[in-house]
């Protein structure tokens, strides 16, 4: 049985360690940070993901999972080696890979054996060669000939169900070198492996597209609905019913046909722009994916722009904003539609009143210079105490089944802006609001 590392305590890297000790193995999770570290060795998680705080407990116990901030004793105590650091966008679109390099360079350095390294960051493609030449860069400058192989194994786990998608997916992807790699991931993946789950085993290229592409299929559905939603919304056709019969046609299938403010989180938006930069940059432009990345863009402004258009003049107005994260059951807030469309009503005048079930301190931090503006309340109906206007910018569960007459009766105006068609409009209509929402015409 090999024994793992996992380098990167995010998103990514959490879940994989976890549930890999969870599978029975002994797992070293490594992060640089210190702090994280001591939490996570207390059992404090320092992100929000249904489900992972109880199986971290639990391989604490077992002592099947342990957390270091020492890179030497995390490399020279594993046979396998997950890489899942950030890597975080840069400003003309392409993929920020410091902290992929730097774990490849301290392997090189640190390395004391075979080793089989499995890049589990989303990287573009032709990344796990270069991640060889440094490894080997390393290796020469120490004058040792170890073995190793990279490994291409993309994640295609979603926020607020990544423990789930680990454990039951729908497929593994691994881009190998060789048949040894290959048997060191069949062993690593011997759980699912026996359960039949569908390995889809290729070259490393491939494997790192397969990523890419995937991410940029599901982004383009999204925005093809939202464009669908924008035409019912001017032809007086409902986006449900449409989105609900093309949904039954196999060749569809309802997923991601859910038409609302756009895409966002730390994969969608990433992803696309750095596919749509790799093929300008090969000579082979991505167009579709490039006319979804504009589409998901504007498709915030049509958002405000039905605010404004209802509402006129926000200066001063209080909006009560539900929801902050990019989805619901998480805390993450990067790239958030909820965020952006805050952005441009608080530019317009708007004072805020907002509420989010797990994503309030994140937004604390990064919105600190906007206090004046922003209101944080306790809860939905703390939010929409004197609102002009509420806004449903995240589905989460609790604002599904919200009581709207004590909603109404607190607050000054009654504009309801359902940007995620979470209510039914005679539902809301009945009680005095001025129902809005995305792609749906009255008496629907």
């Not at 070198?177 to 889809?200: H, I, K, Q, S, W």
């Not at 609790?398 to 909603?407: A, E, G, K």
Request: hydrophobic fraction near 40%.
């Amino acid at each position: 049985m090999k024994r793992i590392s996992v380098v990167g305590t995010g998103y990514v890297g959490l879940v994989v360690g976890t549930c890999m000790a969870d599978f029975g193995r002994q797992v070293i999770c490594l992060d640089k940070n210190e702090s994280i570290i001591s939490d996570l060795n207390k059992g404090v998680v320092p992100i929000f993901e249904p489900g992972l705080e109880d199986i971290i407990e639990r391989n604490l116990y077992y002592k099947r999972l342990e957390f270091t901030a020492d890179s030497a004793y995390a490399i020279e105590n594993a046979e396998v080696i997950f890489v899942a650091v950030g890597t975080p966008p840069l400003e003309d679109g392409d993929v920020d890979l410091q902290y992929v390099f730097a774990v490849a360079d301290e392997i090189g350095q640190l390395m004391n054996g075979y080793k089989t390294v499995v890049m589990k960051s989303t990287v573009p493609v032709g990344t796990a060669g270069l991640i060889r030449q440094r490894i080997e860069k390393q290796l020469e400058l120490r004058g040792v000939a170890y073995g190793f192989d990279v490994v291409s194994n993309p994640e295609f786990l979603r926020e607020g169900a990544a423990v789930y998608d680990f454990t039951h997916p729908d497929r593994i992807v691994l881009g190998v070198e060789n048949d040894r790699a290959l048997r060191v991931m069949e062993d690593v993946y011997r759980v699912l492996f026996l359960n039949d789950t569908p390995f889809e085993i290729t070259d490393n290229e491939t494997a790192e597209m397969i990523k890419y592409a995937s991410n940029a299929f599901l982004a383009v559905k999204i925005s093809y609905i939202n464009e669908i939603a924008n035409l019912c919304d001017r032809a007086g056709a409902d986006v449900h019913k449409v989105a609900k019969a093309m949904g039954r046609d196999g060749r569809i299938s309802p997923k991601f046909l859910h038409p609302g403010p756009g895409y966002g989180g730390s994969c969608f938006p990433k992803d696309t722009k750095a596919l749509a930069r790799l093929g300008r940059a090969l000579g082979s432009p991505v167009h579709l994916i490039e006319q979804a990345i504009v589409s998901n863009e504007n498709q915030i402004v049509k958002m405000v722009d039905k605010v404004l258009s209802a509402v006129g003049d926000l200066k001063e107005k209080k909006i009560a904003l539900l929801g902050l994260t990019f989805k619901p059951k998480t805390d993450d807030i990067r790239e958030a539609p909820a965020l952006a469309i805050m952005e441009r009503l608080i530019e317009a005048g708007a004072l805020m009143r907002v509420f989010d079930p797990e994503g309030m301190q994140n937004t604390m931090k990064r919105y600190g210079h906007l206090d004046m503006a922003i209101t944080y309340c306790q809860n939905e109906y703390e939010a929409c105490e004197g609102a002009d206007a509420l806004i449903i910018a995240t589905e989460w569960h609790q604002f599904r089944y919200m009581d709207l007459p004590r909603i109404k009766s607190h607050m000054d105006g009654n504009y309801f802006f359902d940007l995620r068609n979470v209510y039914e409009r005679r539902e809301v209509e009945i009680f005095g609001f001025e129902y809005h929402c995305v792609g749906r015409p009255k008496g629907s």
